[in-house]
């Protein structure tokens, strides 16, 4: 199984920024689709942001422009750049892996999930 760890979060004020990671084991890196999603309280969970096992990313357009996703390989990590948050952005947020790489921003695909992590933006 893919293992997740996230790390990152915390309390910002609205237009900083913050840097998520999420460290996976237990699978080939490279042939993973990681995602990045959340949940406000009271609000279903909904996708951030995607890097496929291509290399493709994609962006809601609640975050595009504002947040970018990376990954480094070599750490077996996937980054998510947040900036200019504002407090509709106050979530937990979660990575997820899709050992079949398809990159789609739909939760039902991710079969791994990380623990979460609070990001609160304040105003």
């Known amino acids: 199984d893919v293992q997740l760890v996230e790390s990152g979060g915390g309390l910002v004020e609205a237009g900083g920024s913050l840097m998520l990671s999420c460290t996976a084991s237990?699978?080939?890196?490279?042939?993973?689709?990681i995602g990045w999603f959340r949940q406000a309280p009271g609000k279903e969970r909904e996708g951030v942001s995607i890097r496929a096992s291509d290399g493709n990313t994609h962006y809601s357009e609640s975050v595009r422009g504002r947040f970018t996703i990376t990954s480094d390989s070599s750490k077996n990590t996937v980054y998510l750049q947040m900036n200019s948050l504002k407090p509709e952005d106050t979530a937990v947020y979660y990575c997820?892996?899709?050992?079949?790489?398809?990159?789609?921003?739909?939760?039902?695909?991710?079969?791994?999930w990380g623990q979460g992590t609070q990001v609160t933006v304040s105003s």
């Open positions: 997820a892996a899709d050992p079949y790489g398809l990159g789609l921003m739909l939760d039902s695909t991710y079969d791994n």
């Open positions: 237990g699978f080939v890196f490279d042939d993973l689709a």
